[in-house]
């Protein structure tokens, strides 16, 4: 399918694991970042408000120095958000490699809340992390080019992850998220609500420094690896970095029950721009949040 990994491991990020070491030491009595209220119109969508709901409980998934090459060592970005008081919700290949199926270290693994311009207001360590099995399913190993190719295309529907940190959010969280709703949120759906707000923060923004928010219209395309939905929302320039982030239906920054509702998490683009790609929620998302939420232990 041409799906490339939206996730940012770039030489760039050298400079940044410096940077971060010496923020994370200085982290007490910080502020979160501020941000005017309005938006700025980008080539991506709109910059965000990192300090209001709902982009108040996102932040950066960073998996440090989690990559090696020519000597040199690189971390991982993604998008992730607070979907309970401990529980941040990601893409499931920002917790495990997509091609390699390692599991990135836990140890190495932080969420830095309301991150903008290398500010953040509190850095979260991983305590455990999960996905469904069927994220990395063995057939993924099948000599038979047939079964692994179709092991390739059904993974896509459980690329979402879940991530138990260490202390409570202090900004709140999501506190909305619906399941099985294919029919409510396409233009020929029967609710009110049209369409999807796409978060994240994309490399081509000022290599990912800013989160930005992209409205888009749901559609279900036929050929698409099963539970997989698209957002079209005309931005080319969704890219690395923002896999993880909240699709979020009736984005406001109103905190009710009508509004700011988790749809699904962006998981990959393809060469057709403006599109992109993610999990279409079943009734297992709770059970993987109740497990996690348990410390990742039956």
Same mark, same amino acid.
């Given at each position: 399918m041409g799906a490339v990994r939206s996730g940012l491991a770039t030489a760039a990020m050298l400079a940044f $694991? /410096?940077?971060?070491?010496?923020?994370?030491?200085?982290?007490?009595? &910080? *502020?979160?970042?501020s &941000? &005017?209220?309005g938006t700025q119109q980008s080539a991506w969508g709109d910059t965000g408000n990192p300090t209001t709901a709902p982009l108040k409980w996102a932040g950066l998934v960073l998996n440090l120095e989690s990559h090696e090459k020519d000597g040199k060592k690189y971390s991982f970005l993604c998008t992730g958000q607070f979907i309970s008081p401990r529980v941040v919700l990601t893409a499931a290949?920002?917790? @495990?490699d997509t091609d390699t199926g390692g599991w990135y270290d836990l140890q190495k693994m932080y969420f830095l809340a309301q991150y903008q311009n290398n500010t953040f207001s509190r850095s979260y360590r991983a305590v455990c992390a999960s996905r469904f099995d069927g994220w990395w399913p063995p057939q993924l190993r099948s000599q038979d080019p047939?079964?692994?190719?179709?092991?390739? @295309? &059904?993974?896509? @529907?459980?690329?979402?992850?879940?991530?138990?940190?260490?202390?409570?959010s202090a900004t709140g969280h999501y506190k909305n998220w619906v399941v099985d709703w294919q029919g409510k949120y396409s233009e020929a759906g029967n609710l009110h609500i049209r369409g999807a707000t796409a978060t994240g923060y994309p490399a081509a923004m000022l290599g990912g420094q800013i989160i930005q928010i992209a409205h888009g219209e749901i559609i279900f395309i036929p050929n698409l690896p099963k539970n997989v939905v698209a957002l079209r929302h005309n931005h080319a320039s969704l890219t690395q970095g923002s896999s993880g982030g909240a699709w979020v239906a009736n984005f406001d920054q @109103?905190?009710?029950?009508?509004?700011?509702?988790?749809?699904? $998490?962006?998981?990959?683009v393809t060469k057709q721009s403006g599109v992109s790609? /993610?999990?279409?929620?079943? *009734?297992?998302f709770y059970r993987l949040l109740d497990y996690v939420s348990k410390g990742c232990v039956r």
């Open positions: $694991v /410096g940077w971060f070491n010496a923020a994370r030491s200085a982290e007490a009595g &910080s *502020s979160p970042p &941000s &005017s209220t290949h920002c917790v @495990q047939e079964e692994k190719n179709r092991a390739g @295309q &059904s993974r896509w @529907q459980w690329d979402y992850a879940m991530i138990l940190v260490d202390r409570d @109103q905190e009710d029950a009508q509004h700011n509702i988790i749809i699904s $998490v962006s998981s990959f790609y /993610g999990p279409y929620p079943t *009734s297992a």
